[in-house]
């Protein structure tokens, strides 16, 4: 840019919400060219797209660091303050922000541009009032005019995240800080959209965009906010008063605060401030409330520059020129920037300074050197990078080689992970931005322009996805909205696979009389979707319930399943209810599922007895004779031998081993004997069981009745029409290496016993031991268990003989079961064998 010294020069200063942007950029698009460069890209792209939306974009340019539009016929140019062209004439010129000259790090690019960046027909400068002692002393002859904000700014005293007003924007100074804020707004409002300096023009837009469209109504943005980014916001809500600088932690200053809390109100809309703690180093002075609520912040005393057009004659004149101190009283040397200090650090090396011997090539180590760390990498590593960019620069053609560049940009280009680690990658992807931009540093700058800018709009569209995943519940923002009108009248909706839904907002499933938050739904959240949706559920668990109970036999199951620490009852498939133990084996206590309990107890009590009807009818099904000695064991008119013989059947499931019942069954007589295989049970060689209970069904009814007395998981059961197994299971008989089951143990002891004559040696058949599937040594060793031995004299185990066994003993004298008695009357019954 070409400084005019007679072109008007217009300052206008003045708050937030005063419409100097808006007056500026109006005034450009008045002239027939011009240049307008801002603190940010974000606001210089929000204003290109404004100023396309009037003149067209093939009129229009945006030029960052990182982006550039530039049409062939392009007049009006759209700028960072560190990227506006300094070898175009237009008609118009303007800086916003101008104030940050006084900012360390950016300042003097800033004072640069307000000393010598002019238009030939008219220039203004936009800022605070504090820069007006500022213009006096170093552009004298701008004319300054103050500009009124439009409405009012009021101190709301402090408030906790949980009680800030809608349209809230909540100021945090790290991204760690934004993140946690963010996240607590999530849990308490349903969600925040989030807008820092980082993120891309496009993440930043669609984030703001939930914003401005309601879909949320709290945003957490970092101090990028007080640079012009235009929302409506109402209220906005410091959550910390410090922040580092670069160089050390400290309080914000006066102006500072006015600038980031000027975002509240928009147009004639008043707006208020505050911050989140009442007390402590977080909260507002008195004074700092006054001066912010009345616009007074201090007036700048200097403003840092920097020399804007050094001596490239050689590194050291470079780094001299860069060093030298202002002539002006107003101003002051800048603090020593990343890019001085990159280019300190490569001076260093020899190869650096053989190469940068001609004042082209140090202009294009300077260059080189003004690479921004977006990566925020600290000067050693950045300055490692910008040396091998260098490298390149200056050897063969001055290219950065291709493969190298697209490396880089393929190891960016995934769109898994985090936030923060999307942040990083676009971070990154930024730094080749950069250097796509350039003019020459690669052989096809326009094709890695292209490239770099899609990459950036993919991790730009996951961050963006990432965030409102992370930051924003629209079902929770949703019933928020519908709790805090009347929680009365949520449109709750059962759909027909149990789904539970607000408007098109899934809260969850019920699961018979469960409710199950959704999958997707945060832990913080579940309370919230929980407390929403069992209000209006109620009826639904009614009518379920009264379902239950008008239900048929068939809707209800046993569950024995080996992963469950108790045998289940089911209805439909939901578990209601489990099996406990009980006062006996056949009397287990009926558990009723905990979320049953949200009925009520009438209701509940009905349910209960339904439950129990079912599993008596079942029981009497499936396990008659286990009820009859269960009855017999317990009767006192019933023989002693018999009450024992009885009641340990009933306690081992209806299968037990004579050895355990030596005694009561030597003193049964023949009438109880004859009782018992009325009920089923068949006394044999080896055992006493009841066939009926060998079935699957009985079985697995028998299996849970003996898990809830144990108050174990159901035990595996043998596989239906299984004769012999490897594992011991219920009903079946180890016998070495295989497990027998009992009634074929018996079957085999009958044929024995058939086919011999006495005690002379025979040979079994071993068709039967065959087809179950035993082995010869299992076979020999029942063989022996029954009785017999192999016949002497005779080779191989195939002969056998009848050893005896012992004589039983004489029976023990029992009373005659009396006419009447509950024995006689169950001795007469015709159990049969169902």
């Known amino acids: 840019m070409t400084q005019f010294a007679r072109s008007p020069i217009t ?36 204003v290109y797209e404004r100023v396309v939306a009037v003149k067209g974009a093939h009129q229009v340019a945006l030029v960052t660091g990182e982006e550039r539009i530039l049409p062939p016929k392009a007049r009006w140019f759209l700028c960072t303050a560190e990227s506006m062209p300094t070898d175009r004439e237009v008609a118009f010129l303007a800086l916003d922000e101008a104030q940050l000259g006084a900012d360390p790090e950016r300042g003097h690019v800033f004072t640069d541009r307000l000393l010598h960046a002019r238009g030939f027909a008219e220039t203004m400068i936009l800022g605070s009032n504090a820069l007006r002692p500022m ?69 930043r837009n669609a984030q703001v965009a939930m914003f401005q469209a309601g879909e949320v109504d709290y945003l957490v943005a970092t101090d990028a906010i007080g640079m012009g980014l235009n929302m409506d916001v109402a209220h906005v809500a410091f959550a910390s008063l410090h922040k580092f600088d670069g160089r050390r932690q400290r309080r914000l200053t006066v102006a500072e605060m006015a600038q980031i809390a000027g975002r509240a109100g928009r147009h004639q809309r008043d707006g208020t401030f505050g911050a989140l703690h009442d007390e402590g180093p977080g909260a507002f002075t008195p004074e700092e409330v006054l001066a912010v609520e009345g616009h007074h912040v201090p007036a700048l005393s200097h403003l840092y520059w920097r020399e804007g057009s050094p001596d490239f004659a050689s590194i050291d004149a470079l780094i001299a020129g860069l060093e030298r101190r202002p002539d002006a009283d107003v101003l002051r040397a800048a603090p020593q920037a990343v890019d001085l200090a990159v280019l300190k650090k490569l001076a260093e090396e020899e190869w650096v300074r053989a190469r940068a011997r001609h004042p082209r090539m140090v202009k294009r180590l300077w260059a080189a050197c003004g690479l921004p760390d977006f990566r925020k990498l600290g000067v050693d590593p950045h300055a490692r990078f910008v040396g091998r960019v260098f490298q390149h620069l200056s050897e063969g053609s001055g290219h950065i080689p291709h493969q190298w560049f697209a490396d880089e940009i393929a190891r960016l280009d995934r769109l898994d992970g985090d936030v923060e680690t999307l942040a990083g990658r676009i971070a990154a992807a930024r730094s080749w931005a950069y250097i796509a931009h350039r003019d020459d540093w690669l052989a096809d700058p326009a094709h890695w322009a292209n490239r770099t800018r899609e990459l950036e709009e993919r991790l730009s569209d996951a961050l963006h996805a990432s965030l409102t995943q992370r930051f924003v519940d629209k079902r929770t923002t949703f019933l928020l909205r519908q709790i805090g009108a009347d929680a009365r009248h949520l449109p709750v909706e059962i759909g027909a696979q149990g789904e539970v839904m607000v408007e098109d907002h899934v809260l969850g499933r019920i699961d018979g009389f469960r409710f199950q938050v959704a999958a997707d739904a945060r832990a913080a959240d579940k309370r919230l979707l929980l407390s929403a949706a069992e209000k209006r559920l109620g009826a639904e668990f009614g009518r379920r319930a009264q379902a239950l109970i008008d239900a048929p036999d068939n809707d209800f199951a046993l569950v024995t399943d080996t992963t469950q620490p108790a045998p289940l009852i089911a209805w439909t498939g939901t578990p209601i209810a489990r099996l406990e133990s009980g006062t006996a084996l056949t009397r287990p206590r009926l558990a009723t599922d905990r979320a049953l309990d949200t009925l009520p107890k009438s209701v509940r009590e009905r349910v209960g007895e339904r439950i129990d009807r079912w599993l008596a009818v079942n029981m009497s099904r499936h396990v008659p004779a286990l009820i009859r000695l269960d009855a017999i064991g317990r009767d006192p008119e019933a023989p002693p031998a018999l009450r024992a013989v009885a009641a340990a059947l009933a306690d081992a499931g209806g299968v037990l081993s004579r050895d355990q019942l030596t005694g009561p069954l030597d003193a049964l007589d023949a009438n109880a004997r004859r009782w018992l295989r009325r009920t089923g049970i068949v006394i044999g060689t080896l055992d006493l069981f009841d066939p009926r209970l060998l079935r699957p069904q009985p079985a697995r009814w028998r299996g849970a009745l003996m898990a809830a007395r144990q108050g174990k998981p159901v035990m595996a059961q043998a596989p239906d029409g299984a004769t012999v197994i490897t594992d011991g299971a219920a009903g079946f008989r180890r016998i070495g290496g295989q497990c027998v089951r009992v009634d074929l143990v018996e079957r085999i002891a009958h044929a024995a016993h058939d086919a011999r004559e006495g005690r002379k040696p025979f040979i079994p058949d071993p068709a039967l031991a065959t087809s179950i599937g035993l082995a010869p040594a299992t076979f020999a060793r029942l063989m022996a268990m029954l009785g017999f031995r192999n016949a002497p004299g005779t080779e191989g185990p195939t002969e056998w003989t009848w050893r005896g066994r012992p004589r039983p003993r004489k029976p023990i004298a029992t009373t005659a079961p009396r006419p009447g008695n509950a024995f006689a009357a169950l001795a007469d019954l015709d159990f049969g064998r169902g």
Do not use: C, Q, W
Request: charged share 20%; no cysteine; proline share 6%.
């Open 11 to 46: 300052a206008v200063l003045g708050p937030t919400n005063t419409g100097k942007t808006h007056l500026a950029v109006e005034r450009m698009m008045g002239h027939a060219s011009g240049i307008m460069g801002f603190p940010l890209r974000l606001l210089a792209r929000e």
């Open 135 to 203: 213009l006096k002393s170093l552009v004298p002859d701008a004319e300054i005019i103050g500009r009124p904000r439009f409405s009012t700014l009021s101190y709301a005293g402090a408030r906790k995240l949980s009680r800030l007003p809608k349209r809230s924007a909540i100021v945090a100074f790290s991204a760690e800080e934004v993140y946690a804020v963010a996240e607590a707004i999530r849990r308490l409002r349903g969600g925040a959209a989030v807008v820092m300096g980082a993120l891309s023009p496009r993440t």
